[in-house]
């Protein structure tokens, strides 16, 4: 890495900080010697404001970084566990890729799986107001996305309201967002009369952690959702699975 990136990357995560607090490559390089668990393992240009981290043998670039040119970052849409005050339009943000030699293997649950451990180690910078997910524009509290990523990363279910997201549809179900960028398909869950959104929100949650280890749907099926019952899924012709209860 020489302190440009290559075109066509995508950013996957961002650290959202007030201005006066956005982290220089020092301050990374600090947090490494300190935890241990990841290292700098390119700092070619400090005012390119870009560093290479390795973590479990996988690269990560990690770009913005002062004094380099502030990013902000729009259209983060889906807020959880935020202080209801907080303006993350206004917020600075230090993103996250694949380093060039991992192109196209973003989406592999492995990659993510350590990135995600990775950003859990940089949540300890101080400073920090939010993480964000790109893919599904989700942004969060640093303490909230530690604790759904972490549990994955401990066995527990997939993090479905932090590297997917969640909404109520114009017809009062549950869609997806994100979740195409694992398995190329979004889902729409029907609402069910008289049953509440609660109930609902959690068949959401756990069809997606099915999704996820599944793959793409491409004929009708039945799933069985450990703790949230059957559901018949069928894809559509735009890569949306039209999801019921059984």
Known sequence: MTGERTKGQSRLAALLFDPEARPDAGQIADLSALHGRFSVSNWSDEHAGIVELLHEGLTFDMGHLCPAQALHIDGLAHRVELPQGLDVDALCAVDLLPAPHLAGAGRLLPVLRVLADLLIDLTALPGLRAVAW?????????????????????????????????????????????????????????????????????????????????????????????????????????????????
């Open 134 to 246: 790109c893919p599904a524009r989700t942004v969060m509290s640093p303490a909230w996305f530690t604790e759904a990523c972490g549990a994955w990363l401990a066995g527990g279910p997939f993090p479905a309201l932090a590297l997917t997201a969640l909404f109520r549809g114009r017809d009062g179900g549950i869609a997806s967002e994100g979740l195409a960028f694992l398995t190329g398909q979004e889902f729409a869950l029907r609402p069910r009369p008289g049953v509440s959104p609660d109930q609902d929100a959690r068949v959401a949650v756990r069809l997606t952690d099915w999704l996820v280890a599944h793959g793409r749907v491409d004929a009708p099926c039945d799933a069985l959702l450990p703790g949230g019952g059957a559901v018949r899924i069928e894809p559509d012709d735009n890569d949306t699975l039209l999801v019921r209860c059984r």
